[in-house]
Nanobody, 115 residues
């Protein structure tokens, strides 16, 4: 199992910022650079939803509810995926999951935004 490790979650007030990181040393560089990677989230009682994704060419796509507030990026050398989250809202509260491709799904990390 090549499971990435998410970090950077926690609790913040509405309007605050968090930066999530997802890293693994168990994925080879060629696989990391060649995979489309994504962040998903799942709130209690809701379906898992795509937040953002980034292609090997670094084309980024965002869900409508986060575009303009969140930025996805990656560092190929460090084999790390990031999600910068600004202007956080209570409805952003969820468990966030890093998806580095097939077989590289993180355990999830809690993000809680209070009013």
């Amino acid at each position: 199992q090549a499971q990435p490790e998410e970090s950077g979650g926690g609790s913040v007030q509405a309007g605050g910022s968090l930066k999530l990181s997802c890293k693994t040393r168990r994925i080879i560089l060629s696989t990391f650079t060649g995979n489309t990677m994504s962040w998903f989230r799942q709130a209690p009682g809701k379906q898992r939803e795509l937040v953002a994704r980034i292609t090997p060419e670094r084309r980024a796509d965002y869900a409508d509810f986060v575009e303009g507030r969140f930025t996805i990026s990656k560092d190929n050398t460090k084999r790390a995926l990031f999600l910068q989250m600004n202007s956080l809202k209570p409805e952003d509260t969820a468990v966030y999951y890093c998806d580095m491709g097939p077989g590289y799904w993180g355990q999830g990390i809690q993000v809680t935004v209070s009013s």
